[in-house]
């Protein structure tokens, strides 16, 4: 009995030094932590709060402002720049937690009321709900046979069932199909119904964000192709996957000459550009409060086809780039050797081939202004701004002395 209360007592007394141990070791961390704090100013004025929201506002990027979630725009403010005066970035963001918690974190019908009359004294928020498009005849199919074939198939995702009913619906007989078709086409015409009336109720000067005009964005030359032909192909080889059909369009496009990508595709996209402008345009007169959609723009591979189906020159630069191609051509690749050949010929075979560039030069400008007449105006104008951004002040190079 002895023994056992001897380690009986060992063991209280292990416990208590352990104890006593952590709780030595909690105070130093707390006055650790007291030491490494910067002393702070006792209180904070109702003007420095003031000044701590100005700067907080100010910190916000500009763009960012009204569009991001709260708590992200916080997390990605800047502190140190919030920080003024005797506060640092820890006490600013200390301060704004504490303000923060006084927030109300729910609303009275005294504030809904309020908000209530700023909605009836504003026009563009008394704008109903649009009403919503019917679904198609797929989908009222999958959602009528949905419950039945998970009753039936217990554990499968909704996903799933989905993908399976859409393709059961798409292999379903005309005469099957129709009274699904038919559901759409009466929803449609009550859609259609209740959008002349939502129209109706909202005059036209109150529905500035859902304006639109019917001007359809034109397609890119290989957007275009890649629409058309990935279709035509689905409708042809239905069997064949999809990801399979899209790399076939894609060989298809880059095996494709340049002259045939300008004239069936870049250049059709070009003129529908044009008549989508108009359109944006004429639009824009009867509907002033409109915002104009970005106009479409030539992408760099588009850029590519024009040039080259309608002859674009290549830029010629001086005499020494003419002998440097002309060396390339004989398979000369080295650029040290190059230029050491360069120097070899001497001022009278450095001035001939100058005498080449001049040559070249002139016939450059030409055949310039005969691919800029082939442009349209606006691109005309693209033109000549790309040009003139290309251009920069020249500047002599310095030289190094020769070696003694």
Same mark, same amino acid.
């Given at each position: =009995?002895?023994?056992?209360?001897?380690? +009986?007592?060992?063991?209280?007394?292990?416990?208590?030094?352990?104890?006593?141990?952590?709780?030595?070791?909690?105070?130093? !961390?707390?006055?650790?932590?007291?030491?490494?704090?910067?002393?702070?100013?006792?209180?904070?004025?109702?003007? *420095?709060?003031?000044?701590?929201?100005?700067? =907080?506002?100010?910190?916000?990027?500009?763009?960012?402002?009204?569009?991001? +979630?709260?708590?992200?725009?916080?997390?990605?403010?800047?502190?140190?720049?919030?920080?003024?005066?005797?506060?640092?970035?820890?006490?600013?963001?200390?301060?704004?937690?504490?303000?923060?918690?006084?927030?109300?974190?729910?609303?009275?019908?005294?504030?809904?009321?309020?908000?209530?009359?700023?909605?009836?004294?504003?026009?563009?928020?008394?704008?109903?709900?649009?009403?919503?498009?019917? &679904?198609?005849?797929?989908?009222?199919?999958?959602?009528?046979?949905?419950?039945?074939? =998970?009753?039936? +198939?217990?554990?499968?995702?909704?996903?799933?069932?989905? /993908?399976?009913?859409?393709?059961?619906?798409?292999?379903?007989?005309?005469?099957?199909?129709?009274?699904?078709?038919?559901?759409?086409?009466?929803?449609?015409? /009550?859609?259609?119904?209740?959008?002349?009336?939502?129209?109706?109720?909202?005059?036209?000067?109150?529905?500035?964000?859902?304006?639109?005009?019917?001007?359809?964005?034109? &397609?890119?030359?290989?957007?275009?192709?890649?629409?058309?032909?990935?279709?035509?192909?689905?409708?042809?080889?239905?069997?064949?996957?999809?990801?399979?059909?899209?790399?076939?369009?894609?060989?298809?496009?880059?095996?494709?000459?340049?002259?045939?990508?300008?004239?069936?595709?870049?250049?059709?996209?070009?003129?529908?550009?044009? !008549?989508?402008?108009?359109?944006?345009?004429?639009?824009?007169?009867?509907?002033?409060?409109?915002?104009?959609?970005?106009?479409?723009?030539?992408?760099?591979?588009?850029?590519?086809?024009?040039?080259?189906?309608?002859?674009?020159?290549?830029?010629?630069?001086?005499?020494?780039?003419?002998?440097?191609?002309?060396?390339?051509? /004989?398979?000369?690749? *080295?650029?040290?050797?190059?230029?050491?050949?360069?120097?070899?010929?001497?001022?009278?075979?450095?001035?001939?081939?100058?005498?080449?560039?001049?040559?070249?030069?002139?016939?450059?400008?030409?055949?310039? *202004?005969?691919?800029?007449?082939?442009?349209?105006?606006?691109?005309?104008?693209?033109?000549?701004?790309?040009?003139?951004?290309?251009?920069?002040? +020249?500047?002599?190079?310095?030289?190094?002395?020769?070696?003694?």
């Amino acid at each position: =009995m002895d023994a056992q209360e001897k380690s +009986h007592d060992k063991a209280e007394r292990k416990k208590k030094k352990k104890k006593q141990a952590d709780q030595d070791e909690i105070k130093s !961390e707390d006055i650790a932590k007291d030491a490494t704090q910067v002393a702070q100013p006792a209180g904070w004025t109702q003007e *420095d709060e003031e000044t701590l929201l100005e700067r =907080m506002k100010l910190a916000t990027p500009e763009e960012a402002r009204h569009q991001r +979630h709260y708590a992200t725009e916080l997390k990605c403010l800047n502190w140190e720049k919030v920080a003024f005066g005797p506060y640092n970035a820890d006490a600013c963001k200390q301060q704004w937690d504490a303000i923060a918690r006084k927030i109300r974190k729910f609303r009275t019908l005294t504030d809904v009321l309020v908000d209530a009359k700023k909605i009836v004294q504003d026009p563009l928020k008394q704008i109903g709900t649009k009403p919503r498009k019917p &679904l198609p005849a797929s989908f009222i199919y999958i959602n009528k046979n949905r419950k039945k074939y =998970m009753k039936k +198939h217990p554990g499968s995702s909704v996903t799933a069932v989905g /993908q399976i009913l859409a393709k059961k619906f798409h292999s379903l007989s005309e005469n099957k199909k129709k009274k699904y078709v038919d559901l759409h086409q009466s929803a449609l015409e /009550q859609y259609n119904a209740e959008m002349g009336e939502f129209w109706a109720k909202n005059p036209q000067e109150t529905m500035g964000r859902w304006k639109r005009s019917n001007a359809v964005v034109p &397609l890119c030359g290989h957007d275009f192709f890649f629409q058309k032909r990935l279709m035509k192909l689905q409708a042809e080889d239905s069997a064949t996957p999809l990801p399979s059909l899209k790399k076939r369009v894609e060989k298809e496009w880059r095996e494709m000459s340049v002259h045939k990508k300008w004239k069936k595709y870049t250049s059709k996209f070009m003129n529908n550009r044009h !008549e989508y402008e108009k359109q944006e345009q004429e639009y824009k007169k009867s509907h002033p409060s409109y915002t104009l959609k970005l106009k479409p723009q030539l992408t760099p591979a588009d850029i590519k086809i024009r040039d080259e189906a309608l002859g674009r020159p290549p830029k010629v630069m001086n005499g020494y780039v003419l002998f440097r191609r002309d060396q390339a051509e /004989q398979h000369v690749v *080295d650029n040290a050797s190059i230029l050491r050949t360069w120097k070899e010929l001497g001022k009278e075979g450095q001035e001939k081939w100058n005498a080449k560039f001049a040559k070249a030069k002139a016939e450059y400008t030409v055949a310039f *202004d005969k691919f800029m007449s082939k442009l349209s105006p606006e691109d005309r104008a693209a033109v000549e701004e790309e040009r003139s951004s290309s251009r920069r002040p +020249h500047k002599e190079p310095t030289r190094r002395k020769p070696p003694a």
